[in-house]
């Protein structure tokens, strides 16, 4: 069977990807073909609004104009270029990043993903101090490459595949003395996100967060921050280091970075020293449609006031939910539009009912729906949004499905 895309048949796309793709993913009954903005439509024609976002990629929305834009007008003059070469449009990016990012952080490696971001600057770390440790928190993800999944939290997602790397010690978020007992001589970094999101939408706290970048400096070893999925005006700043007042010695982005396109980079301080040529590259890195994207997505953000804009929808929106007082609902957190409501029960059944009703959201967790929308959602969409969570989550259906599920 072969047929151009946009031609497919929600049951012709499951069968042909049922068949050719790798088992590694929980699919849904849906496929989605087109998006504008916060909205995405199956292949029925049917409309949803996204807060899944593509795992918190479409800060912007999705097919932004200007991003679509400027990805065509780069298309059609190279697409890529590698970094022994120097590039125009990787050239604008890096210094337009630097111009954004946290003060002393103007040196970059640019990647492909999220992963990648933190694998880099896991080996960064560890040259630049000799150290072998690595420091992260219990609950937190970091990506599944060896070194990122070593330093994440979750069993499931590392048992197939061990042993890891060694070196890497978990402690509780949010546990000052905790991370104090675990950093030793021996550590090149303490890594954390300033809000887990997979693990359930935890904001770390101003005296924790400010805590681990004086403990590591104290100790002679570096803080990485993993703003892969808080990074570029999710939590209502450009990057969530900024509400905590931290500069930590290397951030990982990715994720909104480049409107859509697959993306990653790091972030070096001062402090991040004995890089040298040929100690780590990527072939696809900076190539230059990629950046073209993340320089246009970039602007928007920018432009159109997004992360302060996040912040405010965030923030009511949060209230709103508190204000419906639901049983099913044990606590509404997060900062700005990066959302954690965690239920009493199950979240797997109430995640297909607010799909039925339009609106699609993610897990973080057994009992936590996370909503990441993209930043340019309406004020009326979210209200949809909240209309349809208050009507699912007083499901009576659906609670004792989730409760015996």
Known sequence: MSAAPGTLTAEAIAALEARHEAPLYHKRDLAV??????????????????????????????????????????????????????????????ARLA????PGLDRFFLCNSGTEAVEAAIKFARASTGRPGVVAARRGFHGRTLGALSATWKEQYKKPFQPLVSGFTHVPFNDLPALAEAVTADTAAVLLEPVQGEGGVYPATPAYLQG????ARARGALLILDEVQTGFGRTGHLFAAEHYGVVPDLLCLAKGIA??????????????AGLSPGMHASTFGGNPLACAAAGAALDVLLDEGLPERAARLGAAFQDRLREL??????????????????LRFRAAPYLAALQQAGV????AGPQVIRLLPPLVITEEELAQVAAALGRVLAGKEVAADAAGA
């Not at 104009?65 to 449009?89: F, M, S, W, Y």
């Not at 681990?212 to 403990?215: E, G, M, N, T």
């Not at 699609?360 to 897990?363: C, N, S």
């Open 33 to 94: 073909v087109r998006g504008e903005g916060a909205r995405v439509w199956d292949a029925a024609g049917r409309c949803y609004i996204d807060c899944i976002g593509g795992h918190g990629v479409a800060v912007v929305g999705h097919c932004h104009p200007k991003v679509v834009a400027a990805i065509r007008e780069q298309a059609g003059r190279l697409l890529t270029c590698p970094g022994a070469l120097g590039n125009d449009a990787r050239a604008a990016y890096l």
């Open 99 to 102: 111009q954004v990012t946290p």
């Open 212 to 215: 681990a970048a004086q403990l």
């Open 259 to 272: 409107g859509g396109l697959p993306m990653g980079a790091v972030a070096l301080g001062p402090r991040v």
């Open 325 to 342: 007082a639901l049983p099913a609902v044990r606590e509404v957190r997060g900062l700005g539009l990066m959302i954690g409501i965690e």
């Open 360 to 363: 699609l959201a993610l897990a």
